[in-house]
């Protein structure tokens, strides 16, 4: 929680990552040709998937919106107090965000928020960080190795699509035989004609119903992600272009001039390697590998679930002694209800697109499944 509200960016970046891990769950190229509207021919799923894969674009620009509704009980931390409404936000809201790009070194993502805008901007080399709601920036420059092409600003965390083409690859890059891959024909996105594959889980024991992908059909890429809970008539999350043009867009776009009064970072490179040393502590690396070592994936495709080590309360606090990310999360799991079997006992979270359990031996599982399946993989 703490990650969120320092650095507002994620905010908006973790719910788009995710949508894209929920379309890798894996693909089969159907035969079945789209029903297309008169205005445009027919195209095989098997077709749209290549489409997408071969897609390039030299600019564009719009509106994205984000909504939720994963159906979450009442949770402390997250569901009231400070920053609750902002938070709620990725699992029963909306975020919005305004999106620029013209080329791999140059792009630009403006999150609106109830607090306030966070603009991430990259300029070749340099890359900002702006926020209205305490008037502050952080500028810094890329190392060479880092800034030339095909190079991802550090303010994206690694793992994060940076372009609609990463995003279709990294999708792409999951096919295998364990979804059912049809066409609906075509649809409206953002006033634009596009082609709709539809993703379908074969394995019914996930919570996952459909995964709708709507496809450009004239540029080719997502213009939108609608992910629907098992016998759901509404999607549990929607990513989606409200407004997009594909002009590239004007070069001041991703100039940026601090407003008046702004207070400005700018940390050298030996600045940024001391906040790294300070923050890969003795015991930070110790939790690390023990995470890592604890860590692994029970099954395969949708219904595949996450077994991981819990952090322990030591490892968590922060140095002034207040309660770190452990404690917050002790605060959450004491209010959820509990649960045992033969693999154990713990406290079981659940909603209409996944399932967690928090194993009282320091473990937590997760999935896009019943809880059925996790109390199957906790005893394995």
């Keep these: 929680m703490s990650v969120f509200r320092s650095r507002p960016a994620l905010r908006w970046l973790v719910p788009a990552a995710a949508a894209v891990v929920v379309i890798g769950g894996g693909a089969a190229a159907g035969t079945i040709v789209a029903s297309a509207d008169p205005s445009l021919p027919e195209r095989s799923a098997a077709q749209l998937l290549v489409d997408v894969q071969n897609a ?3 600019g564009f620009s719009g509106t994205v919106v984000q909504t939720a509704d994963l159906g979450l009980p009442s949770l402390p931390g997250v ?3 400070a920053g609750s409404s902002e938070i709620m936000n990725l699992v029963a809201g909306s975020n919005t965000a305004r999106v620029w790009y013209a080329g791999e070194d140059k792009a630009r993502l403006a999150l609106m928020g109830t607090l306030g805008e966070t603009d991430v901007i990259r300029n070749g080399s340099d890359v900002w960080m702006w926020r209205s709601a305490d008037s502050s920036a952080t500028h810094f420059k890329l190392p060479a190795d880092k800034a030339g092409k095909g190079a991802k600003p550090e303010a994206l ?6 372009t609609p083409q990463e995003a279709a690859d990294a999708a792409l890059a999951a096919i295998d035989p364990t979804t059912a891959v049809t066409t609906t024909g075509a649809a409206k996105v953002a006033g634009r004609d596009a082609y709709e594959l539809v993703l379908t889980p074969r394995d019914t024991a996930s919570l996952v119903g459909q995964v709708r992908l709507a496809i450009d059909a004239e540029k080719h890429i997502p213009l939108g992600v ?3 809970a098992k016998g759901a008539n509404d999607p549990a999350v929607r990513v989606a272009f409200q ?3 594909f002009e590239v867009p004007d070069a001041q776009q991703f100039t940026f001039n601090p407003p008046p009064g702004t207070k400005v970072t700018e940390p050298s490179e030996a600045d940024i390697a001391k906040e790294r040393e300070k923050a890969i502590t003795p015991e930070a690396e110790k ?4 995470a890592a070592e604890g860590t692994k994936v029970v099954g395969k495709g949708w219904t595949s679930v996450l ?3 819990m952090p322990k309360g030591d490892d968590a606090k922060a140095k002034d002694g207040a309660a770190g990310a ?3 999360l002790d605060a959450i799991v004491g209010t959820l209800p509990k649960t045992s079997g033969s693999w154990g006992s713990g406290h079981l979270l659940t909603s209409a697109l996944f399932s967690a359990l928090i194993t009282d031996d320091g473990r937590i599982l997760v999935g896009a499944v019943a809880p059925e399946k996790l109390y199957e993989a906790a005893g394995k």
């Design 243 to 245: 407004q997009v043009s």
């Design 287 to 290: 939790a690390q590998k023990e």
């Design 326 to 328: 452990a404690g917050q």
């Design 226 to 228: 609608d992910v629907y």
């Design 79 to 81: 569901t009231s107090g």
């Design 157 to 162: 965390p690694s793992g994060v699509p940076s």
């Design 307 to 309: 077994v991981a080590k």
């Design 56 to 58: 390039k674009v030299d």
